[in-house]
């Protein structure tokens, strides 16, 4: 399991190939990565804060979640803080299992948790104003399906 937290930027693809060059026994390798989305196409800059600590305590929590869950060989979370400007990456989920069917619901958990209940604080910048963003309804929703699952 790896949990990372941190300011600075990553490349997806170098993270990826580490990543599945570190498991064994997996027949599939599943990711996602984030990027900072301009919904208005008037986003200045995003600043995302965090508690050091607590954060790191969560993911880790929800990734053995996601573990015991799943026959996953490993679980990668990153997820940045900071200011960070439109279309830079902002966030990556791998899970890698033995069958690509665990593999694709394990990270789809992870997104649905990193997007409602993860502890980051997100403030965005849009044409001079400054406004919080938060979970969706639909964000909430996807969550909650798990609860049946």
Same mark, same amino acid.
Not at 52 to 76: C, F, H, N, Y
């Given at each position: ?91 990556? =989920? +791998?899970?890698?299992? !033995?069958?690509?069917? /665990?593999?694709? $619901?394990?990270? %789809?958990? *992870? ?14 910048? =849009? +044409?001079?104003?400054? !406004?919080?963003?938060? /979970?969706?309804? $639909?964000?909430? %929703?996807? *969550? ?6």
């Amino acid at each position: 399991m790896d949990i990372r937290v941190q300011s600075e930027p990553f490349q997806p693809g170098a993270l990826l190939d580490a990543f599945t060059a570190g498991v064994s026994g997996a027949g599939a390798v599943v990711s996602f990565t984030g990027l900072v989305r301009d919904v208005d196409d008037a986003l200045e800059h995003m600043v995302i804060e965090h508690y050091p600590g607590m954060t790191e305590r969560a993911l880790t929590k929800i990734a053995q979640d996601a573990q015991d869950r799943w026959p996953l060989s490993d679980v990668l979370i990153l997820h940045r803080y900071g200011e960070l400007r439109a279309e830079e990456p902002i966030m990556m =989920v +791998a899970t890698a299992s !033995r069958h690509r069917k /665990a593999a694709f $619901e394990a990270a %789809d958990f *992870l997104m649905d948790y990193l997007k409602s209940r993860a502890p980051f604080w997100k403030n965005e910048r =849009v +044409a001079g104003e400054d !406004r919080w963003v938060a /979970a969706t309804e $639909e964000d909430e %929703d996807a *969550l909650k399906a798990w609860e049946t699952r």
